[in-house]
């Protein structure tokens, strides 16, 4: 099952992520990081995510640090 | 399967120091990553320049040497010149190339040095707060010019890409953008095509990237990227310039 990786901690809520997923299954959290700043999160309830990476690929951070296929 | 993981070189739990939705991060990343796939990690020197790229050797698992403002290539050049088997590559910012540096970015690839440049072109002095740079677009405000860089007081914006690829000694010369993941795409090829001139012997191998600065474009990393496509890239055409590898 596709899925990816967020680590948290390396995520400075930039939210390119949010408006890369082609499938828009990474939405602005409700927690916050240690700077106050609201984190991303990944929600696939219908096996939506075929792995294409375009997240990662556009994370400055490397924040997403995995994606399975 | 996996299919994507942190590239091997980069050091462990490595966090960027950039500022949110800065392109370094991901020109440091394809860096990483072609230092892995032609396995380059052992054996490679990277000469630092000054600016947000000095942080390089903070994130990537390789020997470095710091070079003052804008003499990278001149002791890249001396690195290489010393250690003929070893990978030499400079990372730089715009104002660390092309302004500052720019005789010692021209001259080493007008002596076909066996070395590989990449120039990271956002526009602005980052690290110091977002001053007027070598390309800096007609119109854009920055702490030194408010008004808008005019060309009458401050001159046009330097082509970089188009100025290496008219040095004799250059063998690869591109510009490449990070705002799609298309061009991201893009830009890991010019960036493999431009270590492999150095590792066949070929000369001078150089790779302008459009990057944003969102701190100091006063814009979220979603307006930085479409200032890139609708303003830089317009004045900074995308492509490659110079290969000696085609026809």
Partial sequence: MAHIVIDESKCKSCFICVGTCPKGLIKKSNRVSKLGDNLVEFKDENNECIGCAMCATRCPDLAIVEVHK | ?247
Wanted: hydrophobic content about 40%; glycine content about 10%.
């Fill in chain 2, 1 to 247: 399967m996996q299919v994507f993981s942190l590239p091997k070189s980069m050091k462990e739990n490595c966090k960027y120091t950039f500022c949110p939705g800065c392109d370094h991060g991901i020109a440091v990343r394809l860096v990483a990553e072609l230092l892995d796939e032609l396995n380059l990690k052992g054996k490679t020197i990277l000469a630092a320049s000054i600016g947000c790229s000095v942080f390089l050797y903070d994130f990537l698992d390789v020997d470095a040497i710091e070079a003052p403002h804008g003499r990278a290539m001149a002791e890249a050049t001396g690195v290489k010149r010393a250690r003929p088997d070893k990978f030499v590559f400079t990372y730089q910012g715009d104002g660390d190339f092309a302004s500052i540096g720019l005789a010692e970015s021209t001259h080493a690839a007008i002596r076909a040095e066996n070395l590989t440049g990449i120039c990271i072109n956002n526009t602005t002095y980052g690290m110091t707060g977002g001053q007027l740079g070598p390309t800096t677009l007609i119109g854009q405000k920055t702490t030194t010019s408010p008004m808008g860089r005019f060309k009458d007081t401050y001159g046009y914006p330097i082509k970089i890409a188009e100025h290496i690829a008219l040095c004799e000694g250059t063998a690869f010369s591109a510009r490449v953008a990070l705002d799609t993941v298309a061009h991201i795409n893009q830009a890991k090829k010019a960036l493999r095509k431009a270590f492999q001139v150095q590792l066949d012997g070929l000369g001078y191998g150089f790779v302008e990237i459009l990057s944003t600065c969102p701190t100091n474009w006063k814009m979220t990393p979603d307006e930085a990227h479409e200032r890139v496509k609708n303003e830089m890239i317009p004045v900074f055409p995308l492509g490659i310039f110079k290969d000696v590898t085609e026809g």
